[in-house]
């Protein structure tokens, strides 16, 4: 017996068909009477197993299954060596891994039921096979059902189907069913049977790339494919070859018969459009009335929204307007109040002054009689003063003025900014000019009434209307090298005429025009300068274009014959008359007038030069009361100085008194004229103390009364400028209600024009849309149309609607027949003129050509999409083709230098070639084995009838050797091959197994065998499994590997000593 290299054979103390081996040499019991003891055997030391590849097999578990009742087999990772008298239980292991991962029962040639594999009396048997995993051992279990003939599957202890775990163990790269990687005994003979295109296919499965096999049997797919194309094409061809020359034949009648049916076709057509040519004139008519009412009520629509806001805007103005006039009629009654109680007080204070006057010139009569005068004249001065302070709100009556001013100016800077720096830049540079020079038109021009504002903009053109106007050509070019040049602004100047135009009378005289409506030419409704009113005279004639009212639009035909007038305005529009050159007809043209934008601020220029004259006036006076004022003040001082004069001649006469007393005694004489002296002495102090005492009261009231009569003319001139403010308020308010209404007047014009436009418009749509109704109804009898039924297809390709909601324009097909109704009846007559020369025709021909025309082109689409397709295909078989002969190839050599190396080393010759007949049958490819065991013959193919047993025995283990290193499966079956072989090529092939199934990096390999020769060589990497079988197996409690090592070494031990 073999010994094996790597460890001891054990038997099992179980029961019959129990083996439980745990390390790599175990060996396997059976219930059958075994007479070699396993004692006999040298003991060997237990190894490591190699690593395992994926998918190799690591434990094998049976129980009531062909002989065994339970059994595990643990195999090791390289060259598994299962030795065992012949029925021991071999062959069982082999149909338990094919079982056990999915394999077919027909495919072990014993059964063709699984049932059959469940030891006999058993109801139920049980295979699992555990498989090397590195992401962890997958465990694969099926449990036989004999009585139903079915298996139940279990993937890690968890159920599972047959379809699961045949795709777990695919891809692993498992193929139980390829002969070249799994060769139960019962199959051995047939490896040889195979064909070369059964065993190319085996080998592609077996070592090659996954999409090695899939790329042929695309290929062979592709190919009968393509086959069953070209036989297609080549059939479709020869048909549609008859056929045209068939339809050949009757082609000239065909052509005949269809030319006289589009002659008829085309009598059809034109009889048809004829009533639709005179609808679709009239339908076009009515889409563009159409289209213009939708536009003026469009218009319609938004004038009146316009209005809406300018109303509403009118109706707050007009309230504010009253409330300004409420507030001004208060402000007026306030005045008169206050002005009666000035006037109250003015008359006090004169009666004091009459009263004052009095005391003064009765006691100045006594001192000084030039005092009275001078008294009287200072009074005169103030009750001038007192006069002029009512009227100190002139200032202010004037700044209103400016700040309507700045209202044009700040418009002229919104709009034409350029121009407002030019006018800020005239006004500080004036004195380069030698001439006069005026601002931009459209501030020097002062509205009379801004209600007219706007003909004077429709008339003269915005680029005048900022015009700078000069009198001097020279002064022109200077301002325009400075602002255009220097300061790069865009401005206009224009050069008055010489002889001023200003004030040119009309040619005909207004008189005449006012029973026609005309009020003023357009010269008498604003002011402006001389140089600009001649410059617009001369270049717009202002003084010949009349303005005219409601009235004059009214008669407006006539007032163009009659008068002659170029230019006419009316309330909202302007006329333009002209005189055909080659006619003499008169023409004229109108425009609505637009909106005043500039000149509707009307600043009242007369009242400013009234204003600055009374102001001049005021400050003349101001400055006669100044010097009057200091000329009182001097004779005031001379007043004093003429006191102190009389208090000095008072003392004297004092003293003079004491020196009179003291001579009264000696003048006794003159007693009567001294006593009289002393009256009258005391008189007069009697009276100037009496005097001063009055004034002084009078003056004191007096003060009273010109601090009152001051607060009231304060009073009255605050009234008065609020007064003011409030008119310049009001007039504001009505200067902007006066456009306002000026624009509503325009745009009610515009409405009213615009609402009589849309009611003719849709009076029109309705007389057309009746029209097109009639007409559309006569076109669709014509063409035998319904109401409701649309045109045909035939006729048209688009169809769009009518206001009635049919379809309305005529077909498609009508458009490139004549448009007019002269045309479509000189077309008819030649066109049957010409379809009356087609005559002797048959139908029936021309339905057969038809019919033949519709095959043929059937046919030519049908071959040309099988051609496509054809196309397709041989692009998809070069693409395949390439990918995968050139791996194949490749493979195959390297097969043929392997299994030429191990028949060279047999001293035979051997060799692999891939074999086809046509390079293009794919199905036909196959790897063909030539062999030679004798070197007086020639290699000759490996058949079951040219070689012996033997030699096919050797062929098959070669051949798979050769694979084994190529092999990517992770474990090879091979059962029993060696029968038949003789004992040099049993021993040279065991060699190449070994030396093969124990290199580094290979698939684990499965050789079984009933005996071995001697002396045969082993590998460490080897692992033997001994099946045993006989009446003196052990039962399982019993068995215990470990115990019998150590009898068996101690029997060694023992018996050199005996």
């Not at 004191?700 to 009569?709: H, P, R």
Request: with cysteine; charged share 30%.
């Amino acid at each position: 017996m073999a010994t094996p290299s790597r460890k001891t054979s054990t038997p099992s103390p179980l029961a019959p068909k129990r083996a439980f081996p745990r390390d790599p040499s175990s060996e396997v019991p059976n219930k059958k009477k075994s007479s070699a003891p396993p004692a006999a055997l040298p003991p060997l030391p237990l190894q490591s197993s190699g690593p395992f590849v994926e998918g190799s097999i690591v434990r094998i578990a049976m129980e009531n299954f062909l002989t065994y009742d339970i059994c595990e087999v643990s195999p090791g990772p390289h060259l598994n060596m299962i030795i065992g008298a012949n029925g021991t239980g071999k062959s069982s292991i082999v149909c338990a891994i094919c079982l056990g991962l999915a394999g077919k029962p027909a495919f072990m040639g014993r059964a063709d039921k699984v049932g059959f594999f469940v030891k006999r009396g058993c109801s139920k048997g049980m295979v699992e096979i555990e498989l090397f995993r590195t992401s962890g051992n997958l465990v694969i279990t099926r449990e036989i059902d004999v009585a139903k003939n079915q298996s139940f599957w279990f993937i890690n202890k968890k159920s599972t189907t047959q379809k699961v775990v045949e795709e777990q163990v695919a891809a692993l790269n498992i193929q139980v069913g390829n002969l070249c990687q799994f060769l139960p005994q019962d199959k051995v003979g047939e490896f040889a049977k195979l064909s070369k295109i059964e065993l190319l296919e085996a080998t592609e499965k077996s070592i090659g790339p996954p999409e090695m096999h899939k790329y042929h049997c695309e290929l062979k797919n592709f190919r009968e494919k393509e086959k069953q194309l070209e036989t297609s094409c080549k059939e479709k061809t020869e048909y549609l070859e008859k056929m045209i020359q068939r339809n050949e034949r009757y082609k000239q009648d065909v052509e005949r018969f269809y030319e006289r049916k589009r002659h008829l076709d085309l009598i059809e057509m034109l009889e048809a459009k004829r009533p639709w040519v005179e609808y679709e004139n009239v339908r076009q008519d009515y889409e563009e009335v159409k289209l213009a009412r939708d536009r003026a009520k469009e218009e319609v629509r938004k004038l009146k929204e316009g209005q809406i806001p300018i109303t509403r805007r009118i109706e707050e103005i007009e309230r504010q307007r009253h409330n300004l006039e409420a507030r001004i009629k208060e402000k007026a009654t306030d005045i008169k109040e206050t002005s009666q109680k000035c006037k109250q007080k003015q008359d006090v204070i004169e009666r004091k002054d009459k009263h004052v006057r009095s005391c003064i010139e009765i006691f100045v009569m006594l001192i000084c009689p030039n005092f009275c005068v001078q008294i009287i004249s200072l009074i005169k001065v103030f009750r001038g003063i007192m006069l002029y302070f009512p009227i100190l709100g002139v200032d202010d009556h004037i700044v209103r003025f400016d700040n309507l001013m700045n209202q044009k100016e700040d418009k002229l800077r919104q709009r034409y900014r350029d121009t407002y720096d030019a006018v800020l830049w005239l006004r500080n540079n004036r004195d380069k000019f030698k001439q006069r020079v005026c601002e931009p038109i459209m501030l020097t021009i002062n509205m009379k009434d801004n209600k007219n504002a706007k003909y004077i903009e429709n008339h003269i053109p915005s680029n005048d209307l900022r015009a700078f106007v000069f009198e001097s050509q020279e002064d022109m070019e200077v301002f325009l090298k400075e602002v255009r040049d220097h300061k790069k602004l865009r401005v206009n100047a224009v050069i008055a005429p010489k002889s001023s135009y200003a004030d040119k009378a009309p040619s005909r005289p207004l008189n005449e025009l006012k029973q026609y409506g005309f009020f003023s030419y357009l010269r008498e409704l604003f002011d402006a300068p001389d140089p600009v009113m001649s410059y617009l005279c001369c270049q717009y004639h202002i003084h010949e274009v009349p303005v005219g009212t409601e009235r004059t639009r009214e008669r407006i035909e006539r007032v163009i014959q009659e008068t002659r007038l170029k230019q006419i305005y009316t309330a909202e529009e302007k006329f333009v008359v002209k005189t055909s050159f080659y006619s003499n007809n008169v023409i004229s043209s109108n425009t609505s007038l637009k909106v005043a934008q500039f000149l509707t601020v009307t600043v009242d220029l007369e009242q400013r030069r009234h204003l600055e004259e009374q102001l001049k006036e005021i400050n003349r006076k101001l400055q006669a009361v100044e010097s009057g004022l200091i000329a009182l003040h001097e004779t005031n001082k001379h007043l004093e100085h003429k006191d102190n004069e009389l208090r000095q001649k008072k003392k004297e006469l004092l003293e003079r008194k004491t020196k009179k007393r003291q001579l009264e005694q000696k003048i006794s004489s003159k007693l009567g004229s001294l006593k009289l002296m002393e009256q009258d002495t005391c008189n007069l102090e009697e009276e100037e103390r009496k005097a001063s005492t009055k004034i002084k009261e009078i003056n004191v009231q007096k003060a009273k009364l010109v601090t009152e009569l001051t607060n009231l003319i304060k009073i009255c001139t605050s009234l008065h400028i609020q007064k003011v403010d409030l008119i310049l308020q009001n007039t504001t308010v009505i200067s902007e209600k006066n456009k306002l209404e000026s624009d509503y007047m325009a745009a009610s014009s515009q409405l009213r024009l615009t609402e009589q436009r849309f009611i003719e418009l849709d009076e029109s749509r309705q007389r057309l849309l009746q029209k097109c109704r009639e007409l559309m109804k006569r076109a669709r009898q014509v063409c035998n149309l319904g109401a409701e039924q649309t045109i045909p297809q035939e006729y048209q390709t688009q169809v769009p609607t009518i206001p009635n909601g049919h379809n309305s324009s005529p077909p498609m097909a009508f458009q490139d027949l004549p448009n007019t109704l002269d045309e479509i009846d000189a077309l008819l007559t030649e066109e049957r003129s010409r379809a009356s020369c087609f005559t002797g025709l048959n139908p029936t021909v021309v339905e057969e050509y038809t019919k033949r025309e519709e095959e043929i082109e059937q046919l030519t689409e049908e071959l040309k999409i099988k051609n496509v397709e054809l196309d397709k295909y041989r692009e998809n078989i070069s693409q395949v083709k390439e990918r995968w002969l050139n791996p194949l190839k490749e493979l195959v050599e390297k097969i043929n230098e392997k299994f030429s190396n191990f028949f060279s080393s047999m001293q035979c010759a051997g060799e692999i070639d891939l074999h086809t007949e046509n390079e293009e049958d794919y199905d036909k490819y196959g790897i063909r084995i030539r062999v030679k065991f004798r070197s007086s013959t020639q290699l000759h193919e490996l058949t079951p009838h040219h070689q012996s047993g033997g030699e096919r025995s050797v062929s098959t283990m070669l051949y798979l050797m050769a694979l084994q290193e190529l092999n990517r499966c992770p474990f090879r079956v091979v059962d029993e091959i060696n029968q038949g072989m003789d004992p040099i090529n049993e021993r040279r092939v065991f060699e190449m197994v070994v030396n093969t199934a124990c290199k580094e990096n290979t698939s684990q390999y499965f050789f079984i065998t009933p005996k071995l020769l001697q002396n045969l060589p082993y590998n460490e990497k080897m692992t033997v499994l001994f099946v045993y079988n006989g009446p003196h197996m052990l039962e399982p409690n019993r068995w215990n590997l470990k115990a019998f090592q150590r009898r068996r070494r101690r029997i060694t031990f023992t018996q050199p000593s005996q």
